[in-house]
């Protein structure tokens, strides 16, 4: 967390309107006015995170458009990775995260969601889109810790079981989040294929992860 | 009252004898047929026979004979995904770099086999009942489709970075939008679903849609001759009702994310609302809950006309089983005669 007072709500404000106004050289200004103060994690847990927290709220709760929450995802993104670039290796190698389209054409959802990690300095494996089968494989072949799933279609949706009762299969403990649009329309859905949470948001999915690193290995 | 009567009485704001009911399912038509849903779409006469079957079984007040959002970039050059179990995808896209939109020319409705196959079935349903059941035809707005030509990432990095191209490619959008839609009004569609959820609040900032998807609208929807209903395919957008009727739309579909009495107020009497059962939840409705729904969508929205009950995304999923449709029906049957009664 970021300590101090009255600097960092400025900061975490500055930055919010340049996101909100998507203002790449303002948010660049922010961020480098904050790496200043601030060691890189803290910028990313105390500035970053809980900005792009709040836009993925505002959108969960019809406030801001997808675009804006693409959009800042993507600005996070790019300058975490080229002003911060440490902070992966300060997170170390737990949890091993990896993200994957099953059985969809659709990428949209994956990419700001992995934007949104890569700017909250989690490594994330890119599956790209993927059949149940060639997944679960992966998965057990990377000992992936936690495996994220994007979907839009509401087929793939119920793929997830397959994903699920393959792992299973094989003893893996895995723990499966989801997301994407038939699982916003129908919030029993993720329970329903055997997924372990469920993110309305790309926020959501850093939000999932973070709390399972900080449970530990399952 | 057939069909027709109801739901032009209803579109002109006065009550008809029961609200109308548009159970919009493509592909149970396969299903009805025993054919995939790949040789169902194959030909027009499958899609006619299943329309037919389906409206028999659902009572439905309308004929849907739409394919799949994909055709239409079929007609552009591009592939189409066909899967057992639910709707056909656009493949890779068509549109891959900026010299592809400088190039793109207006598909002629001759050289595209899946165009054809729609008007088909189109003239072959109007040929079958005649002015007595509407028949709905559907077009991807012009602002919608490049989701699917170029796919969606490629195309929001194209909105927001570069405005001239971007005129162009509305441009030859829209000629081939008003053209496909005038070829169905020839062909006997009734009206024109004009899907444009881009334009949604879900997708787009309102400030951002007024300077480009509206502007498009207002200039597209009075080419088309005919009535054309707006439809967001599930997303948000009670915040742009005067922007839609700004547009001359006589509908708009609404969202289950979103509340129809809401809808009513900000609609006034300038068009009609479609909606606004969750397609995506009712794989699992019981009969209980279809009745719930119903009752639910009638009383916020039914009051006076201007109104029809059908799904909030224009398509019903493969996966809902023919009972909740039946359920749904029966509830419009219980709950759905005008005088609205029992509403307090
Ligand atoms: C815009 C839209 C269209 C456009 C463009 C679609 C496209 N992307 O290609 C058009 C008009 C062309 C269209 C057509 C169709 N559509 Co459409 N469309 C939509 C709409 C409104 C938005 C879809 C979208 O791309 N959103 C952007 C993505 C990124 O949003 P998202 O998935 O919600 O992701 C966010 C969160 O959920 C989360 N998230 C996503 N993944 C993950 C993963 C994890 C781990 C976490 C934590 C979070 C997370 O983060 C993201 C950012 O916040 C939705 C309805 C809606 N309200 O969402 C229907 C919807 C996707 N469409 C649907 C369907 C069926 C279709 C068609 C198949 C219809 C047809 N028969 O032709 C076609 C297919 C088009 C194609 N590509 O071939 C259905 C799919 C569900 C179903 N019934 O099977 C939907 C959900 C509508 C509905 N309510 O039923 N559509």
Not at chain 2, 227 to 242: M, P, Q, T
Request: with cysteine; glycine share 10%; proline share 5%.
């Amino acid at each position: 967390m970021l300590r101090g007072g009255a600097d960092v709500d400025e900061l975490s404000s500055d930055l919010r309107c340049a996101l909100e106004s998507l203002e790449r050289s303002q948010v660049e200004k922010v961020l480098e006015a904050a790496i200043r103060i601030h060691s890189p994690l803290e910028v990313i847990e105390g500035l970053i995170m809980p900005a792009l927290e709040a836009v993925g709220e505002d959108w969960t709760a019809g406030k801001v458009a997808l675009s804006q929450v693409y959009m800042s995802g993507r600005i996070c993104e790019d300058l975490v990775g080229r002003l911060l670039p440490a902070v992966a290796q300060e997170r170390g190698s737990f949890p091993r995260c990896a993200i994957a389209v099953l059985c969809d054409y659709h990428l949209l959802g994956k990419r700001i969601v992995l934007s949104v990690l890569r700017a909250s300095g989690f490594n994330v494996l890119d599956y790209g889109r993927m059949e149940a089968p060639a997944l679960v494989a992966r998965v057990l072949a990377d000992q992936v810790d936690i495996l994220l799933i994007s979907v839009l279609m509401l087929p793939a949706a119920l793929k997830v079981r397959e994903v699920r009762a393959g792992l299973d299969a094989l003893g893996s403990r895995t723990r499966i989040a989801v997301g994407g649009a038939p699982f916003l329309f129908d919030p029993e859905l993720w329970r329903e294929v055997g997924a372990d949470a469920m993110g309305r948001s790309a926020a959501d999915g850093e939000a999932i992860v973070r709390r399972w690193a900080g449970e530990g290995a399952p | 009252m057939n069909p027709m009567q109801r739901v032009m009485t209803a579109m002109g704001q006065a009550e008809p004898d029961r609200v109308p009911l548009f159970i919009l399912a493509t592909m149970h038509g396969a299903r009805d047929l025993g054919l995939s849903i790949k040789d169902y779409y194959s030909r027009a006469e499958h899609v006619v026979e299943g329309q037919l079957r389906l409206r028999e079984k659902y009572r439905s007040d309308c004929l849907n004979p739409a394919f799949y959002a994909a055709v239409e970039v079929e007609a552009f050059g591009g592939e189409t995904i066909f899967i057992e179990d639910g709707p056909p995808n656009a493949g890779a896209p068509v549109l891959r770099q900026d010299a592809d939109i400088d190039r793109v020319k207006v598909p002629r409705l001759e050289d595209c086999p899946g165009l054809q196959r729609g008007l088909e079935a189109i003239r072959q349903l109007k040929a079958q009942v005649g002015d007595d059941i509407p028949i709905l035809g559907s077009v991807i707005s012009p602002f919608s489709l490049p989701i699917m030509q170029m796919g969606f990432e490629h195309y929001l990095d194209f909105l927001y970075g570069q405005p001239e191209r971007f005129d162009r490619l509305m441009a030859v959008n829209q000629a081939f939008c008003v053209t496909w839609a005038n070829a169905q009004l020839e062909a006997g569609a009734t009206a024109i679903g004009y899907a444009d959820p881009l334009a949604s609040t879900t997708l787009l900032p309102r400030a951002f849609y007024l300077k480009t998807g509206h502007r498009v609208a207002l200039d597209t929807l009075p080419r088309i001759r005919g009535s054309v209903a707006i439809h967001l395919g599930s997303g948000r957008g009670l915040s742009l009702a005067d922007d839609f009727a700004a547009t001359g739309t006589v509908a708009v579909g609404v969202s289950a994310q979103e509340d129809l009495g809401h809808w009513k107020l900000a609609a006034g009497k300038r068009f009609a609302l479609l909606g606004n059962l969750n397609g995506v939840e009712m794989r699992r409705w019981s009969a209980e809950d279809a009745e719930r729904e119903v009752k639910r969508a009638i009383a916020k929205a039914g009051q006076g006309g201007g109104f029809i009950l059908a799904d909030n995304h224009g398509e019903i999923p493969w996966q809902v089983p023919d009972e909740v449709l039946l359920a749904i029906r029966d509830a419009v049957e219980r709950w759905g005669h005008y005088p609205l009664d029992w509403k307090e």
